[in-house]
């Protein structure tokens, strides 16, 4: 059984940072692609950034130049810097791993999900 966790949300006011954490844990393979996802009320859940295995990365319009995406392959872990955060970052921010479990195949998993809360 695989899964990810999710450490660091919290409430901070506009301008602040915030260090969010995905960890993969159980049997696997391997991991390829990671993401983080947001979801803010009455909203779609919208791709925040992402990042391969070997370090490429795709971020949203809206965060580029204030988030940044970075990952620990041998600590299985995934990390999002949010720095300069708006009011309209709050959301509740998933982590979304594509892991390759023991027969080799691709699967999909997501996180339960952190809270992020930016104050005016």
């Known amino acids: 059984q695989v899964q990810l966790v999710e450490l660091g949300g919290g409430l901070v006011q506009a301008g602040g940072s915030l260090r969010l954490s995905c960890v993969v844990s159980?049997?696997?393979?391997?991991?390829?692609?990671r993401n983080w996802y947001r979801q803010a009320p009455g909203k779609q859940r919208e791709l925040v950034a992402g990042?391969?295995?070997?370090?490429?990365?795709v971020y949203a319009d809206s965060v580029k130049g204030r988030f940044t995406i970075s990952r620990d392959n041998a600590k299985n872990t995934v990390y999002l810097q949010t720095d300069s955060l708006k009011t309209e970052d709050t959301a509740v921010y998933y982590c979304?791993?594509?892991?390759?479990?023991?027969?080799?195949?691709?699967?999909?998993?997501w996180g339960q999900g952190t809270q992020v809360t930016v104050s005016s």
């Open positions: 979304y791993a594509v892991v390759f479990d023991l027969d080799g195949r691709p699967r999909s998993f």
């Open positions: 159980g049997s696997f393979v391997s991991i390829a692609t």
């Open positions: 990042i391969t295995r070997d370090g490429s990365t």
